[in-house]
């Protein structure tokens, strides 16, 4: 989908990933909803963009459906929706152990990408056109030892997305699933590793990513990474479950986790 012109949302647009989503699709010609938890972030963003933004707790379906509202009464009907909004938790053992993690991770990794799709699908399968993007985590492909709410709402959220993709492509709407590696973000940073560890390394720019990401949408790819060979992982857990559980439980003994 070429972006020009379309009305575009997208959550945790305050930081991160999601604010270079954002000023890369207003670059690309889009009309831009920023949204964040955070209110100083979404007016740092919304003011430089010359766009709309909106404070919301996007876990709450009342702040979805006040975001579609301010979009499609300032712009009109949604073109794309980028569900990207996310948290790290903590590590083992407090995130096995959390409830409280496990409901927010549930409700903002998951459950706010079904109400973003509630919200804006009709219009899209009325117009026969639209795009459904949500951030997961290459973690939605290989696991994260060490971080269980986190690997398995992302997982989660790959299979929404699946599920949205083979109901809905029939009708029009277009839907990708990112799962990058790891990315220079205050959230990578937020795991405090050594200045030499992999991760660091391996890590894309915001810009990078946006790169990426426009391109994927551009060619309305189902799966974006970051990483070549990311999606290998999938095979490799197909081909052989017993080993690729192995291998994972042997990269947790190894190395720490990368990504999140
Ligand atoms: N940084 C990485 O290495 C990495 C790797 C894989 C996937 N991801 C995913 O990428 C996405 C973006 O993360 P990032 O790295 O840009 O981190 P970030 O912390 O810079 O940005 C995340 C944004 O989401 C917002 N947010 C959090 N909870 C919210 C809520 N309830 N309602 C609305 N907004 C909320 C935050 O305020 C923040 O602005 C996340 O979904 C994350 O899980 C990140």
């Known amino acids: 989908m070429k ?3 379309k009305v575009a949302v997208v959550t945790g647009a305050g930081n991160g990933i999601g604010e270079a989503l954002a000023r890369r699709f207003a670059a690309e010609g889009a009309r831009v909803v920023v949204t964040d938890i955070e209110p100083e972030a979404v007016s740092r963003v919304a003011d430089d963009l010359g766009t709309v933004g909106l404070a919301a707790d996007i876990t709450e379906p009342a702040s979805v459906r006040a975001v579609a509202e301010l979009a499609r009464d300032s712009y009109g009907e949604v073109d794309v929706w980028l569900s990207n909004a996310g948290v790290a938790g903590p590590r083992q053992p407090r995130d096995l152990q959390d409830d409280s993690l496990w ?7 998951v459950l706010s990408h079904l109400t973003a799709a509630r919200e804006v699908l009709p219009s899209m399968i009325a117009r026969g056109d639209g795009y459904l993007v949500s951030t997961a985590s290459s973690v939605a492909l290989a696991i994260q030892p ?16 699946e599920w949205l993709a083979v109901q809905y492509r029939p009708f029009g709407v277009k839907v990708s ?24 390394a391996q890590a894309l720019t915001p810009e990078q990513v946006a790169d990426v990401v426009t391109a994927g949408i551009a060619a309305e790819r189902f799966l974006i990474t970051t990483q070549p060979g990311a999606e290998h992982s999938l095979a490799d857990k197909a081909a052989d479950y017993d080993a690729w559980i192995g291998q994972a439980g042997h990269f947790l003994a190894d190395s720490p986790p990368v990504g999140n």
């Open 3 to 5: 972006l020009d012109g």
């Open 103 to 109: 409901d927010l991770m549930w409700r903002l990794h």
């Open 146 to 161: 060490e971080k269980a709410a986190y690997s398995v709402t992302k997982t989660a959220a790959l299979a929404l997305a």
């Open 177 to 200: 699933c990112f799962c990058p590696g790891p990315m220079l973000t205050r959230m990578l940073l937020s795991n405090e590793f050594a200045p030499d560890h992999p991760a660091l």
